[in-house]
């Protein structure tokens, strides 16, 4: 496996449901990210991860939970969704701090739809 | 607030050039990038600006003023392969990402 990898790639879930998306970066990167992407609407941030310690929480609804057990894994586990959370929910990985251009890697994402 | 601005949608014709526009207000600024994204797919980083000026790579070329706040990428030679949603993002002062909605550019033959 090479570059972000993300599972599953779909996923529909009733509102009482729970259930986990996992990434996982082969870049040897130290930073994680989850992005909510929702049509015609840009790239919202939900969490930020350095060296497994999380760093920005946007203001997500405690419904969704990240978990980073190290520096290439990364969980969004969901439990007691809404339909308005339904969209591609992207994972990014990147390099900081190391004097490069630090551009964001991302995985193909996973399809949420909530019923 | 933070906002960047850029058209909804363009269209252009197969062989012809395309220039995307972008606008930014943030907080801080510490580089503008361009990606790519086909539908369906992940975005795909395309370029890098943090100096006034010109990058080239390719077809593709993104130019930045940091005075004005604008940015715009060049694609020439167009394909029908270069259909796909065109993002400008801003890294601000906390060195976060700031996104626009992104520009839907349809290729005709």
């Known amino acids: 496996e090479t570059g972000v990898t993300q599972t599953p790639r779909h996923l529909v879930m009733g509102m009482t449901n729970k259930k986990s998306l996992k990434c996982e970066q082969h870049l040897g990167h130290n930073a994680m990210y989850w992005y909510k992407q929702s049509a015609k609407k840009p790239l919202e941030l939900m969490f930020v991860?350095?060296?497994?310690?999380?760093?920005e929480n946007n203001s997500v609804p405690s419904r969704f939970s990240p978990e980073c057990p190290n520096s290439s894994h990364l969980f969004l586990h969901l439990h007691t969704l809404q339909p308005e959370d339904s969209a591609l929910y992207l994972c990014?990985?990147?390099?900081?701090?190391?004097?490069?251009?630090?551009?964001?890697?991302f995985g193909p994402g996973t399809r949420l739809t909530v019923l | 607030g933070q906002n960047i601005d850029q058209p909804t949608e363009m269209t252009a014709t197969e062989g012809a050039i395309v220039q995307i526009n972008c606008t930014y207000q943030t907080s801080g600024f510490n580089g503008l990038f361009w990606y790519q994204q086909h539908a369906g797919e992940a975005p795909t980083f395309l370029s890098y600006n943090v100096l006034d000026g010109l990058e080239e790579k390719g077809r593709f070329s993104s130019f930045l003023s940091r005075s004005k706040g604008y940015s715009y990428l060049l694609l020439k030679e167009l394909q029908m392969k270069d259909s796909a949603s065109y993002l400008c993002a801003v890294r601000d002062s906390n060195y976060q990402l700031i996104w626009g909605a992104g520009t839907k550019l349809i290729i005709k033959p």
């Open positions: 990014a990985s990147s390099q900081d701090g190391s004097g490069g251009v630090g551009e964001q890697f």
């Open positions: 991860y350095n060296f497994k310690e999380q760093t």
